[in-house]
């Protein structure tokens, strides 16, 4: 039976991603390495500064290295001691914070993808400023991979300053 150009189609939506209350709006957003002990002073200041006053969202990516025909394989995600390292940092870095005197709350987001993962969180958030704490890739998997830095430039457009 053929349908009439009159009756819509049914469109499939998909569920939002995030669940759970919306994080606070800030003006800072962190992203420290999950295997630092702390994030280092410079960065620290850097968001204690953009923030002026308003909480600091502070977040860690945990790669998922891949996937098998679409999902992700067991073996592939981030094992329990990752996520405790990321865990970890995160505290080290709301510590850190804290005793800069700006209020602060984080975030651990598992991924293939950190830049659209990080973007994401800086448009849900509201930032304005993006500090990356991270080391840089260098050698073979600079040239494959890329800067981060430039890719979030090139996903936020304007909407938020990168610093690293």
Known sequence: MLRSPSVPIPLLRRAPRRTGPAPPPSS????????????SPDAVARAVEAADGS????????????????VPHPGLLPTAREREQGRAAIAAAIAALEASG????GEIAITRAEARAIART?????????ILDLPGPHGLRHLIEGSLAAQLRRR?????????
């Open 28 to 39: 800072a957003l962190l992203v420290v390495s999950q295997t630092s002990a702390a994030p």
């Open 55 to 70: 909480p600091v969202t502070v977040m860690t990516v945990l790669r998922i290295h891949g996937s098998g025909l679409g």
């Open 102 to 105: 700006a209020p602060a709350h």
């Open 122 to 130: 800086a448009r849900a958030v509201g930032t304005t400023t993006v």
């Open 156 to 164: 936020l457009r304007g909407e938020a300053v990168v610093v690293q």
